[in-house]
Structures are given as structure tokens and as C-alpha cells.
């Protein structure tokens, strides 16, 4: 059986900042956790830069991770259970954490890159971490070309929306922590056209032609898209109500809309 | 202000009781929590038996709630926040509970009742409360006639189900805790179509034209229709893939084939 170099207290200890967002920010890099998004990373084009896995807990479930090191040269360490709690945020965890540099795409250059026929995905104050995931997950899915998460929305590398993006948050480029009245006008300089969501009286979602460069921004859990980004939308649509909900959930408006989008756009 | 009875510790204790699983099923009733939910059943059709409020944190957010008594006669008590938590299943109440009874569907009359064109949501062995809830609150949005939970499902009387349904649960007929193979079979009895939702491979959905009779069956968060289920299956539906996620969340591929099936339905 394989062993790994105990990590030192003291890396141990600037991990271990990484689980409070200023740390992250300040730092530029964030932790992985589980088997699942650590494996997900590897297999990306982000830059893992190191491994710690609990000497007890991480051999026994997921032995097959020791051929690692080996492949990537991605440094691997171990330590006690006690230490690695420092770094889990679960409860019960998996027994691998990565730590992760952030990938930083520049505003000037996103906007150029991108193809004729666009979809964003734009999130504006959405709070809910398990939210922000599966938004992610299911933009992942249904391939738009990026997701732009403002700098009042529940912050991109939390643990628990990185868990609910499910691995998404490494397949397409997500620029994260940015003001979006100023995004969203660039957008409109880039001849993206701004599509907000409404509850009701925005155009029928079914009956709706998406412009070819299109900005959905999805709103706030409670307050729905704010004032401000209002006044930059271009059209507004609305997923028609058969019954007695007061509301849908973002997440699945969103997974609705794309749906729809992707029917015209391909 | 307004002083209601102190509620004794015999009733407390059989209340609290409400908390387990156990308890709810043997007894036909169930905890309610928050002023959104207690709202939302009161103006249903379902019975409070009764409403105890945190005699500390209740009267100060929402004293609105102090004319339920005269208007619709369910006693209303009080107790200390000590006895409250007993009954809560949040970290921060909103200090108020309702007792409510269960509505009982005959499964017999059931079929009967439902309106010849129908559309009807299986959920097959979903673990998620946020999963469960938040299919329910969307089967709600698109008026499905009537979702069945399985009996290895999460209890529909959970509190975090009922909290992520936002009150779905008293608006439309849901049938939980059944053997969904019965369930399914009686359904085709019924004209019913059972169509399963598959990851790929089945008919792709915006093409697909729902029958008149439909029951949309949902898997489970990892392993999908469980095999005994897809022998029952007409059709299965599959949501087209563009990107590199894995899955959708089970609950967003629920709102993507509802809005689906109402377009063709309406």
C-alpha cells in the first residue's frame, strides 16, 4: 500500500483558511472535495496543486486513486483524521480535498471569443448555494457558451455550490464575483441582447425566437431580477403557470429555458 | 395583545412526537412549520387540529396571525421557546407550528375521479427532501392532476419536503408511501401510459407527443427508473444533451418535461 508525505502544520494551516471566502479570494485558489469533483478537476485543464487525503478514511474507500501522483505530478499528501477535518466541509466525508488554483478569464477577451450564436446564462443575487450549483450543472448540460455569477450571488467556490454543480464548474467557463449592471452592458456592446425572467407578463417562453446572442439572467430567489438589470433588458420571458404555485424554483426555470433556447438554437 | 392557552406537557409531548416518521404514519397527522406553510394550509381544505406559537418569538413577526382563532376555529397555544424547539425542525423558527391531519386518498376512487385527459408524476424511489419538494412545487406550477410518492421515497411529511414544496402539497392530490409497481399497474387499468424518463436513448422529448394518460415516472438521484418500473414502461422520454454534465438534477428534468407535456396538452 502506498503512502504519501504527512503535511506539514503549516500547509495545513493555509489550506485550511481556504474554507472562508476572503482567504479564497485574496489567495486566488480553493479546496476540492470528494471523489467525485477531485476526479472531475484531474481530468480538467485547471491547475490542481495539491492532494491530502486522511490517512485513515481515504485508502479503504477509493484505493484506486494511488496511481495519482504518478500521473499528473500533482503533490499528494496525508494526514490524521483531526487535521483533515480542517479542510472537510462535510460531515462525513470522502477523505480527499485538492486544493485548486482559480482560473481567471479576463472580461476584454471573453467578450471576443465568443461565437456568433451564444447563450449565457447570467445569475443575478442568487443566494442558495444548492441554487448556484445545479444552475451550473444544468447550463453544463445544455452547453451555453458561459455563466456569469455576480459579486452578490452566493460566492462560485463554496463548498456546497461546488458540490451541486456536480464537476460543471471545470467543463465551461464561469466568471464569477463581477458586477453586473457592467458585464451585462459590455454584453450589449458584444450585440448580446439581455432576456430577463419574469414571473408573469413577459413573453410566453414557448412562443419566444432567442435572439442569436442571447443573455438569460436569472433573478433572486425571493425578489426575482433586480431593478437595475431591468433596465438594461431587452425582452423579458415567462414560463407559463397552468396551476396554483406562487413561484418556480430558479434552478428549474432556468433548466426550462434552456430547453426551450436549445430547441431554436440548434 | 392577544394571550392563548399554554399548552400542557402531555399535549407537547404527543405533538413533538410528530417529529418521527413513526409517529406520523401510526397516528395519520404531521408538523407544519412557518408562517408561509400555515398560511398555505389554512386556506386549504386539509384539518388543523391545532397552531402553538413561541409565546417569545412568534407574536413579534407575525401578529397578523392573532384573528385565525375567531375566524376558524383551531385552538391556538403558546409555550416557552425551550418547549417550542421541542416541535421545530429549524434553526431559526419562525415560531409557529401547525398540527395537521392527514388527507387520506382511496386509491380506488382515485382513478376514477381523474379528468380523461391527464397527466400524472411518479416519483420512484427519490431520496432528496429538496428533490422531493421541489418536484412537487413544480408539479404544482403546471397543474399535474396528481403525483403518487413511492414508498421508498423520502416521507412526503418531512419537514424539509414539505418546507421545499412552499405548500404545493395542499394544493393538488398526492399520493405518498405506495407500492409504485400496484400503483402503475392499476394506472394502465386506467388507460394510463406509463412513460419513463431515461439518460439516454429514449425518445427525444420535444419531439415526443404525449397520450392523452400519462403518468411521467422519476427515478432515483443515482440509478434512475429502477428496472421493475421500466418493465412497466409505454415509452421513455429522454432530455437531448448538448454539453458534458453527466445528469440533470431530477427535479430540473421534471420542470424541462412538464412544460414539455403542457405545450402539447393545452
Redesign the interface.
Known amino acids: 500500500m502506498k503512502t504519501y508525505k504527512n503535511i506539514s502544520q503549516s500547509l495545513l494551516k493555509s489550506y485550511s483558511k481556504l474554507k472562508q471566502k476572503k482567504y479564497r479570494q485574496s489567495e486566488r485558489r480553493f479546496l476540492v472535495e470528494g471523489v467525485h469533483l477531485v476526479e472531475e478537476v484531474l481530468n480538467s485543464d485547471w491547475e490542481v496543486e495539491a492532494i491530502i487525503i486522511n490517512s485513515k478514511g481515504f485508502v479503504k474507500e477509493v484505493g484506486q486513486f494511488g496511481n495519482w501522483e504518478a500521473g499528473n505530478g500533482v503533490p499528494m499528501y496525508e494526514c490524521s483524521e483531526k487535521d483533515f477535518n480542517k479542510l472537510s466541509d462535510t460531515v462525513t466525508s470522502q477523505g480527499i480535498v485538492a486544493v485548486v488554483k482559480m482560473k481567471e478569464y479576463s472580461a476584454q477577451n471573453f467578450w471576443e471569443q465568443l461565437p456568433k450564436h451564444s447563450i449565457l446564462v447570467a445569475l443575478d443575487e442568487i443566494t442558495d448555494p444548492?441554487n448556484v450549483g445545479?444552475i451550473l450543472?444544468?447550463?453544463?448540460?445544455?452547453?451555453?457558451d458561459a455563466a456569469i455569477v455576480s459579486d452578490n450571488s452566493v460566492d462560485l467556490f463554496n463548498p456546497k455550490v461546488l458540490r451541486a454543480t456536480?464537476?460543471?464548474v471545470f467543463?465551461?467557463p464561469i466568471l464569477a464575483d463581477l458586477n453586473l449592471v457592467s458585464m451585462l452592458s459590455h454584453g450589449k456592446e458584444h450585440q448580446f441582447k439581455i432576456i430577463t425572467t419574469v414571473l408573469d407578463s413577459g413573453n410566453a417562453?414557448?412562443q419566444f425566437s432567442f435572439p442569436d446572442r442571447s443573455i438569460i439572467v436569472l433573478g433572486n430567489e425571493a425578489r426575482g431580477v433586480s431593478e437595475s438589470i431591468k433596465n438594461l433588458s431587452d425582452a423579458s420571458i415567462t414560463?407559463?403557470?397552468?396551476?396554483?404555485?406562487?413561484?418556480?424554483?430558479v434552478?428549474?426555470?432556468?433548466?426550462?429555458i434552456l430547453?426551450?433556447a436549445?430547441?431554436v438554437h440548434?
Do not use: Q
Not at 137 to 144: L, Q, S
Not at 239 to 249: D, Q, R, T, V
Open positions: 444548492g445545479t450543472r444544468t447550463c453544463d448540460w445544455f452547453d451555453v456536480m464537476g460543471a467543463h465551461f417562453l414557448n414560463i407559463p403557470k397552468y396551476g396554483k404555485a406562487e413561484s418556480l424554483n434552478a428549474i426555470s432556468c433548466g426550462i430547453n426551450a436549445r430547441i440548434h
